[in-house]
């Protein structure tokens, strides 16, 4: 936990608005790295179907072709998949910190009664919550980041294997 008890009044407030603005951009962030998951989802589930389209109207399949280019068909649907596993585990709703109700009760009526000033416990509390928050969106990055690169790749190996089977039929 970050001690900030020693910050006086004006370096308080100049903290206190920095961390609210990073915390705002780390919520926006998640919400960045969802909506893209989901795009990377459906464009995943649409090369996959590309792919079975293939197999099943113009007889492009693994088993008519040997050697590399079979592998190449096959690690394409494989890259595929783990794009689409990618992309779903970066969609998926992670727990984020938020402040418990009762610490707030707790402050709230410490306030009231004794007007005790909560003003940095908050604070160190927002700093914790950006810690966490930052900490799951790398997370998000990473599986986002994969997703994407699995995709492309899949999407490249596709096409050339395609280029490949038509131009040896």
């Known amino acids: 936990m970050v001690d900030v008890h020693g910050a006086d009044a004006a370096n308080y ?3 206190s608005d920095f961390i609210d603005k990073e915390v705002s951009d780390a919520w926006a962030r998640k919400s960045s790295f969802e909506t893209r998951s989901f795009s990377i989802v459906m464009a995943t589930i649409s090369l996959i179907s590309l792919y079975f389209v293939l197999q099943t109207q113009l007889k492009l399949s693994p088993s008519d072709y ?3 280019v079979a592998g ?3 690690t394409s649907l494989i890259a595929s998949f783990v794009a689409l596993v990618c992309a779903v585990a970066a969609a998926l709703p992670m727990k984020y910190p938020l402040s ?3 610490t707030l009760e707790k402050m ?5 009664i ?3 000033d909560h003003s940095f416990e908050i604070l160190e509390a927002r700093i914790d919550q950006l810690a966490h928050i930052t900490a799951r969106n790398s997370v998000k990055a990473f599986f986002a980041v994969s997703a994407f690169a699995s995709f492309f790749l899949a999407g490249a190996m596709l096409v050339a294997t395609l ?3 038509l131009l040896t039929q």
């Not at 709230?108 to 009231?112: A, I, N, V």
């Open 100 to 102: 418990p109700v009762a």
């Open 13 to 15: 407030k100049i903290l």
């Open 114 to 116: 004794s007007n005790i």
């Open 163 to 165: 280029a490949v089977a």
């Open 108 to 112: 709230l009526s410490e306030t009231q």
């Open 66 to 68: 040997q050697g590399w």
């Open 72 to 74: 190449l068909f096959v």
